[in-house]
């Protein structure tokens, strides 16, 4: 059993930052990927960033310049830095990390104000 606990979410107005961290448990041997989704009301779940094992990193268009990935293998932990906040990044941010299977965090809520 794995399980992903995300926090760091929350209100914050445009230009702002927050930092999103995800943390895996359980019966994890190698986490091949570790990344981020968000779903808007409305739209689908799309992917905002990812880091595999080796250090490679992909970002959305949406995001690029803005939002920082990382990862502490050593804690199991993914990390999103997002500075410069929109109004449109408000979403649901869920973690996703890829094992031999896939496993999904609850989501965190992130808000930002005009």
């Known amino acids: 059993q794995v399980q992903l606990v995300e926090s760091g979410g929350g209100l914050v107005q445009a230009g702002g930052s927050l930092r999103l961290s995800c943390a895996a448990s359980?019966?994890?041997?190698?986490?091949?990927?570790m990344g981020w989704f968000r779903q808007a009301p409305g739209k689908q779940r799309e992917l905002v960033s990812q880091i595999s094992s080796d250090g490679s990193t992909y970002y959305a268009d949406s995001v690029k310049g803005r939002f920082t990935i990382s990862r502490d293998n050593a804690k199991n932990t993914v990390y999103l830095q997002m500075n410069s906040l929109k109004p449109e990044d408000t979403a649901v941010y869920y973690c996703?990390?890829?094992?031999?299977?896939?496993?999904w965090g609850r989501g965190t809520q992130v808000s930002v104000s005009s």
């Open positions: 996703r990390i890829t094992t031999q299977l896939n496993y």
């Open positions: 359980g019966r994890i041997f190698s986490i091949n990927v």
